[in-house]
């Protein structure tokens, strides 16, 4: 009989294309994720995947167990909840995964609150690709998606989150440091860092900047950064201004490292949404969390990203 372990190993190794990534996922050592992807193999007397360099890709076979793997697993967890349910607890996994920066943030002391008041479930937050998401929600890999803007899916519904906040931080030294506000006609001026073109925070800014007909084409971009953090600790070392989400600057601002400055005519708030699958197997973790979220008693986490 197959063992339930070595599909959800095999499932994680099929997405990340790396034993050492998958292993990170799972809290679990490098060896041992190999060791149970040789013995799923061994038990099925088929390669699931071929090396090439330091690279693994999913054989035939693998892609044909690939789906009915996540079935088998998702059944697994199902039974073990309904199991749970029955004792009229709430108990089982959560996995959530996150495209957002401010979700990173807002979603563990949402999580540590949650677990509180359920001890019995387990929570796991993983980042994700925006294109990634809809696919892992209906495939049913996650439960919940975080992401910065609705998703389109019939088969996926959202509800609005929070409201992220981005502002524009420029190094402590910096000219622009003493200044009230500007004007978005200044921001041609100085070297700037920007997201990564899949960024919310970037979409957001150059929807605002168009409005006053400004595009990234006529500003002196210096660079793009992937991660609102490194770009928060380049803007402190002067290498240049930005715009990130005040979640992630919040640190920063405290120590005095960046400066906020305000700039006229821009409105930076974006909407973070959640998102589930409509139609799936009975989830009562889930769906406890769902409705969690916006318990009151939660208001002081959702009002985080304003600080």
């Given at each position: 009989?197959i063992?339930?372990?070595?599909?959800?190993?095999?499932?994680?190794?099929?997405?990340?294309q790396?034993?050492s990534?998958?292993?990170?996922?799972?809290?679990?050592?490098?060896?041992?994720?190999?060791?149970?992807?040789?013995?799923?193999?061994?038990?099925?007397?088929?390669?699931?995947?071929?090396?090439?360099?330091?690279?693994?890709?999913?054989?035939?076979?693998?892609?044909?167990?690939?789906?009915?793997?996540?079935?088998?697993?998702?059944?697994?967890i199902?039974?073990?909840?309904?199991?749970?349910?029955?004792?009229?607890?709430?108990?089982g996994?959560?996995?959530?995964?996150?495209t957002t920066?401010?979700?990173?943030?807002?979603?563990?002391?949402?999580?540590?609150?949650?677990?509180?008041?359920?001890?019995?479930?387990q929570?796991?937050?993983?980042?994700?690709d925006?294109?990634?998401?809809?696919?892992?929600?209906?495939?049913?890999?996650v439960d919940?998606?975080?992401?910065s803007?609705?998703?389109?899916?019939?088969?996926?519904?959202?509800?609005y989150?929070?409201?992220d906040?981005?502002?524009?931080?420029?190094?402590?030294?910096?000219?622009?440091?003493?200044?009230d506000?500007?004007?978005?006609?200044?921001?041609?001026?100085v070297?700037?860092?920007?997201?990564?073109?899949?960024?919310?925070?970037?979409?957001t800014?150059?929807?605002?900047?168009?409005?006053?007909?400004i595009?990234?084409?006529?500003?002196?971009?210096?660079?793009e950064?992937?991660?609102?953090?490194?770009?928060?600790l380049a803007?402190?070392?002067?290498?240049g201004?930005?715009?990130?989400?005040?979640m992630?600057?919040?640190?920063?601002?405290?120590?005095?490292?960046?400066v906020?400055?305000?700039?006229?005519?821009?409105?930076?708030?974006?909407?973070?949404?959640?998102?589930?699958?409509?139609?799936?197997?009975?989830?009562?973790?889930?769906?406890?969390?769902?409705?969690?979220?916006?318990?009151?008693?939660?208001?002081?986490?959702?009002?985080?990203?304003?600080?």
């Open positions: 009989m063992d339930i372990k070595h599909l959800n190993v095999f499932i994680q190794v099929a997405a990340t790396s034993c990534q998958a292993a990170k996922r799972l809290h679990l050592s490098q060896p041992t994720v190999s060791k149970h992807i040789q013995n799923l193999e061994a038990e099925l007397n088929v390669r699931l995947f071929e090396r090439e360099g330091a690279q693994l890709h999913i054989t035939n076979a693998g892609m044909t167990l690939l789906p009915w793997a996540r079935k088998l697993v998702r059944q697994s199902n039974v073990e909840e309904m199991m749970q349910s029955m004792q009229n607890t709430i108990a996994q959560l996995r959530i995964s996150c920066t401010p979700g990173k943030y807002v979603l563990p002391h949402l999580a540590a609150r949650f677990r509180k008041q359920y001890p019995g479930v929570i796991f937050i993983q980042p994700c925006l294109e990634e998401m809809s696919s892992r929600l209906l495939s049913e890999d919940l998606g975080v992401v803007s609705e998703v389109r899916e019939n088969d996926l519904e959202c509800q989150f929070f409201t906040h981005i502002s524009f931080i420029v190094p402590e030294k910096h000219p622009l440091s003493l200044r506000s500007i004007e978005p006609s200044e921001l041609l001026d070297p700037i860092l920007l997201r990564e073109p899949s960024s919310g925070t970037r979409r800014l150059q929807a605002e900047l168009a409005k006053h007909d595009s990234f084409d006529e500003m002196n971009v210096l660079m950064v992937g991660n609102a953090e490194a770009i928060v803007v402190a070392g002067d290498l201004v930005s715009f990130v989400s005040r992630a600057s919040a640190y920063a601002r405290v120590w005095g490292c960046v906020e400055v305000p700039v006229e005519g821009l409105n930076l708030e974006r909407r973070i949404c959640i998102a589930r699958r409509k139609l799936s197997h009975p989830n009562l973790v889930r769906d406890a969390f769902w409705a969690f979220i916006h318990a009151p008693e939660n208001e002081d986490i959702l009002s985080l990203p304003e600080a």
